[in-house]
């Protein structure tokens, strides 16, 4: 049976402003420019995996408007199958997103017709879910249909990634039934209630959290990489050093690379590597979507980084 990702999650449509600095309260700021793109955390995820050539669905639901066109269309094109992907009443979910120089970013988003994908958009999507799946959410859909979608995907063998963001509260017993769970560092406080402070305290709380829930637990951490722990192992995976132009998405390619690592049966250090080569792809132009690297430029990127190792 042929292996597949099933993501139900969000989509956005992104506006990425250029800017220096923040606004000040009640000033007009100029901002030096603007990307509009296809976003939303699922949808950035399903297009990750997309164009890694796995075969992918994606189930979500966008608005009858011009913006969810673009969507449907920018997944189409990433190579995701949309049939799991409704029209809604409410307008398509927007992200609005101040990208600085320094690389930070400051997203708000308005959740529109994601605030809608429900349990019988997961029951719709459970014959896409069997033991060859690797099942993909985060918490931009109602947490019930999140919790939900874990269930059902459990019961049926596959395995799951839940990606904890934004930060959200999601039921103990929920997190243990996941086979990965992925947070940044702000998420990772909100999970684990401590600190993150540098690699050294992120990788004994992602050990610490991985022990509680028996699963595997990693924490990205921007520019100094990512940390995981399951049972008593813990792994470091620095980051590669790129110039980043604007880190949008970075997380949610992270997240395709670590799928793909899954399917494809690799060691798990491998796993991780491969998933920040794709990260550290996706930060060097703008815009999420836009920005996710194929198949071949990640190759091409592998050969680069072992022809010339840090
Ligand atoms: O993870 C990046 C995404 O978060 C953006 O595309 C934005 O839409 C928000 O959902």
Do not use: H
């Not at 509009?36 to 699922?42: F, L, P, Q, S, V």
């Amino acid at each position: 049976m042929e292996k597949k990702v099933l993501v139900i999650g969000s989509l956005n449509y992104d506006i990425i402003l250029n800017a220096e600095r923040l606004p000040e309260k009640g000033e007009t700021y100029v901002c030096k420019g603007a990307d509009r793109c296809c976003g939303g955390k699922g949808g950035n995820q399903a297009a990750q995996c997309g164009k890694l050539n796995i075969k992918t669905y994606m189930a979500g639901r966008v608005g009858r408007d011009f913006s969810g066109e673009i969507l449907l269309q920018g997944l189409k094109e990433a190579g995701v199958d949309t049939r799991l992907v409704e029209k809604d009443q409410t307008e398509t979910g927007l992200g609005v997103v101040y990208a600085l120089e320094d690389g930070s970013v400051y997203a708000g988003i308005v959740p529109g017709a994601n605030s809608k994908v429900s349990k019988a958009d997961v029951e719709k999507a459970a014959c896409f879910m069997d033991e060859n799946t690797v099942v993909i959410l985060q918490l931009e859909i109602p947490v019930e249909t999140v919790e939900y979608a874990v269930e059902t995907a459990k019961k049926r063998g596959s395995r799951i990634i839940l990606n904890t963001a934004p930060a959200g509260i999601v039921k103990e017993d929920i997190l243990r039934q996941c086979d990965y769970v992925v947070a940044n560092e702000v998420e990772a406080e909100v999970l684990t209630g401590k600190s993150i402070t540098d690699k050294v305290s992120a990788g004994e709380a992602a050990a610490c959290l991985a022990r509680k829930l028996g699963n595997t637990c990693i924490f990205t951490l921007g520019s100094q990489g990512a940390v995981a722990g399951a049972g008593e192992n813990i792994w470091f995976c620095p980051a590669y050093a790129v110039k980043a132009v604007e880190t949008t998405g970075a997380g949610d390619s992270f997240i395709g690379g670590l799928a793909w690592g899954i399917i494809e049966g690799m060691e798990f250090s491998k796993i991780l590597s491969q998933a920040s080569m794709c990260s550290a792809i996706t930060v060097q132009s703008p815009g999420g979507q836009p920005s996710m690297p194929t198949l071949s430029k990640v190759l091409e990127f592998r050969k680069k980084a072992a022809d010339s190792p840090a």
